[in-house]
């Protein structure tokens, strides 16, 4: 964005500009916030002599609304001088171009600045991904590993979860719906599914015989435990995330069955999230492959049978038959995990 009162300066800016960004010249700072409540400019042009709000005037109020306050600005005037330039640095301008300038000058220094926040962005959203990363991790470990420090499920709940994803993509089963998915954060987001476990006492979690019928209701409350941990991460991130829209329905979901018996809504079939019956086939699946306090692991064979003898009861007819062609992968990803 462009923003100068002086029409000489805006016919030179698109003469120079438009061949190689998408422009968008203004006349005065009045017009320009206007604008800015459509579009958001990757960098702007700012005249500091100017008729209304000048230079200044705009540049503290872009830097005050949270919606603009990240966009760099570089002031553009006719006034030299020390003070000028000192003035709009402290105000939060990133450079400083004096009129009349230079058209090698003015896209040098515009590309400059762009590739600069280009990189800057790119290493944010790296950090912040590692961040994600973090503590999901830690997050998973202190749901999953607690009582059970020799349980590795975690890492393998996501192997499974992406050979039933690739499966179902290759063979066109469900692909109107997972098509659009964001298939690595829903991989990830499906390992918090059982985070809601951190508010079920040790004495249930890790009881040697089987719970009673008061416990197991209590062991159930850990789907709607894990919605609302991920409800206020959602509510103190403010914006929308897509990985905890996944991480939402894999939690409160992943215990419902095809045929209706399960909880804690008992949805039934294809009323159930599509994310649900994956979670709930891989979940389960992966629980009897890992030790717990009132019974062995069985092996991966006798685990396949279990989940084909579930289709139609617990589990999605369909999602069991793309099971049945992945099942070498699925002992693959078993046996690299205990072999690590």
Same mark, same amino acid.
């Given at each position: 964005?462009?923003?100068?009162?002086?029409?000489?300066?805006?016919?030179?800016?698109?003469?120079? $500009?438009?061949?190689?960004?998408?422009?968008?010249?203004?006349?005065?700072?009045?017009?320009?916030?206007?604008?800015?409540?459509?579009?958001?400019?990757?960098?702007?042009?700012?005249?500091?002599?100017?008729?209304?709000?000048?230079?200044?005037?705009? $540049?503290?109020?872009?830097?005050?609304?949270?919606?603009?306050?990240?966009?760099?600005?570089?002031?553009?005037?006719?006034?030299?001088?020390?003070?000028?330039?000192?003035?709009?640095?402290?105000?939060?301008?990133?450079?400083?171009?004096?009129?009349?300038?230079?058209?090698?000058?003015? =896209?040098?220094?515009?590309?400059?600045?762009?590739?600069?926040?280009?990189?800057?962005?790119?290493?944010?959203?790296?950090?912040?991904?590692?961040?994600?990363?973090?503590? $999901?991790?830690?997050?998973?470990?202190?749901?999953?590993?607690?009582?059970?420090?020799?349980?590795?499920?975690?890492?393998?709940?996501?192997?499974?979860?992406?050979?039933?994803?690739?499966?179902?993509?290759?063979?066109?089963?469900?692909?109107?719906?997972?098509?659009?998915?964001?298939?690595?954060?829903?991989?990830?987001?499906?390992?918090?599914?059982?985070?809601?476990?951190?508010?079920?006492?040790?004495?249930?979690?890790?009881?040697?015989?089987?719970?009673?019928?008061?416990?197991?209701?209590?062991?159930?409350?850990?789907?709607?435990?894990?919605?609302?941990?991920?409800?206020?991460?959602?509510?103190? $991130?403010?914006?929308?995330?897509?990985?905890?829209?996944?991480?939402?329905?894999?939690?409160?979901?992943?215990?419902?069955?095809?045929?209706?018996?399960?909880?804690?809504?008992?949805?039934?079939?294809?009323?159930?999230?599509?994310?649900?019956?994956?979670?709930?086939?891989?979940?389960?699946?992966?629980?009897?492959?890992?030790?717990?306090?009132?019974?062995?692991?069985?092996?991966?064979?006798?685990?396949?049978?279990?989940?084909?003898?579930?289709?139609?009861?617990?589990?999605?007819?369909?999602? =069991?038959?793309?099971?049945?062609?992945?099942?070498?992968?699925?002992?693959?990803?078993?046996?690299?995990?205990?072999?690590?």
């Amino acid at each position: 964005m462009l923003i100068d009162d002086d029409e000489v300066c805006l016919a030179m800016g698109r003469e120079i $500009l438009e061949a190689r960004y998408t422009l968008y010249p203004v006349p005065s700072g009045e017009q320009a916030f206007q604008i800015l409540q459509k579009i958001t400019p990757d960098l702007i042009l700012l005249d500091i002599e100017m008729p209304g709000m000048d230079g200044y005037e705009v $540049l503290r109020k872009l830097k005050h609304e949270n919606s603009t306050k990240e966009i760099p600005v570089i002031f553009l005037t006719s006034s030299s001088g020390p003070g000028n330039e000192l003035d709009a640095l402290r105000l939060g301008a990133i450079d400083f171009i004096a009129k009349p300038f230079s058209p090698i000058l003015l =896209v040098q220094r515009i590309e400059n600045h762009l590739l600069m926040r280009s990189q800057g962005k790119e290493l944010a959203n790296s950090k912040a991904k590692k961040l994600q990363k973090a503590i $999901l991790n830690t997050f998973c470990e202190l749901a999953e590993f607690r009582g059970k420090p020799n349980y590795e499920g975690t890492g393998r709940v996501s192997e499974y979860m992406r050979i039933m994803l690739e499966a179902m993509l290759k063979q066109g089963l469900y692909s109107d719906q997972i098509g659009s998915w964001d298939l690595e954060a829903f991989v990830d987001a499906a390992r918090m599914h059982d985070i809601g476990k951190i508010y079920i006492s040790d004495a249930i979690l890790n009881k040697p015989d089987r719970l009673s019928d008061a416990e197991f209701d209590e062991i159930k409350k850990h789907t709607n435990y894990g919605l609302e941990i991920i409800n206020r991460i959602q509510q103190q $991130l403010g914006d929308a995330c897509t990985f905890l829209d996944y991480a939402a329905v894999c939690t409160e979901s992943h215990h419902e069955r095809w045929d209706g018996k399960g909880y804690p809504k008992r949805q039934k079939g294809e009323g159930i999230p599509i994310a649900g019956r994956l979670m709930a086939l891989v979940d389960v699946y992966d629980a009897l492959l890992s030790p717990r306090p009132y019974r062995k692991q069985v092996n991966p064979n006798e685990a396949a049978s279990e989940i084909i003898r579930g289709s139609g009861t617990s589990f999605d007819p369909a999602l =069991v038959e793309v099971f049945k062609t992945v099942l070498d992968e699925f002992t693959k990803a078993v046996n690299k995990t205990i072999c690590n």
